[in-house]
T-cell receptor, first 115, second 115 residues
Framework: DAKTTQPNSMESNEEEPVHLPCNHSTISGTDYIHWYRQLPSQGPEYVIH???SNVNNRMASLAIAEDRKSSTLILHRATLRDAAVYYC????????????????FGRGTQLTVWP | GAGVSQSPSNKVTEKGKDVELRCDPISGHTALYWYRQSLGQGLEFLIYFQGNSAPDKSGLPSDRFSAERTGGSVSTLTIQRTQQEDSAVYLCASSLGFLSRDGYTFGSGTRLTVV
């Protein structure tokens, strides 16, 4: 399994930026970095993904270190609705093995947003 | 459809009974995945399908669990002789392809309670 390491929990105040870190020192050259979040009593929701370059979409930004051994999910202005568990996941897209293409969900980071 | 649809949303069954959980993926998504999530835990991979075939069944916890997919669309996860430890939320997801760099779309899950 391609492993990622995230803090168990983080807190933020509403309207402030949030930087959620993820370490993935064993990443391979063909692994994509995916972020999902899971709100209470819901299935996980795709947030963003990238390979080497930083990525932006309507939900968040993804900053990827030059050596790709770490990444940071950036929520530019946290809202109460952003309170969720955030998962950083590596997705393999080449190589061999029946585990190709699977997503491995760790424990993620529980984000608390204070009003 | 617009999203991944799972039914039923909730299922309470007696220990020893069989249950069937249904997943209707997004139209055109060839890859379909089953995960389960026990209370307060992360997501546990069960099985995935590429089209109608299941190249990776390694996550099924026992031979009481089986899954099939017909017509490259709807999938059914069957649990025979249910046990209390089978109680969990069963989540289905789909993606364009199992090697797709795109994200998964998850359904809202089926909450299974074995009493």
């Amino acid at each position: 399994d391609a492993k990622t390491t995230q803090p168990n929990s983080m807190e933020s105040n509403e309207e402030e930026p949030v930087h959620l870190p993820c370490n993935h020192s064993t990443i391979s050259g063909t692994d994509y970095i995916h972020w999902y979040r899971q709100l209470p009593s819901q299935g996980p929701e795709y947030v963003i993904h990238g390979l080497t370059s930083n990525v932006n979409n309507r939900m968040a930004s993804l900053a990827i270190a030059e050596d790709r051994k770490s990444s940071t999910l950036i929520l530019h202005r946290a809202t109460l609705r952003d309170a969720a568990v955030y998962y950083c996941i590596l997705r393999g897209t080449s190589g061999r093995g029946s585990t190709l293409g699977r997503l491995y969900f760790g424990r993620g980071t529980q984000l608390t947003v204070w009003p | 459809g617009a999203g991944v649809s799972q039914s039923p949303s909730n299922k309470v069954t007696e220990k020893g009974k069989d249950v069937e959980l249904r997943c209707d993926p997004i139209s055109g998504h060839t890859a379909l995945y089953w995960y389960r999530q026990s209370l307060g835990q992360g997501l546990e991979f069960l099985i995935y399908f590429q089209g109608n075939s299941a190249p990776d069944k390694s996550g099924l916890p026992s031979d009481r669990f089986s899954a099939e997919r017909t017509g490259g669309s709807v999938s059914t996860l069957t649990i025979q002789r249910t046990q209390q430890e089978d109680s969990a939320v069963y989540l289905c997801a789909s993606s364009l392809g199992f090697l797709s760099r795109d994200g998964y779309t998850f359904g809202s899950g089926t909450r299974l309670t074995v009493v």
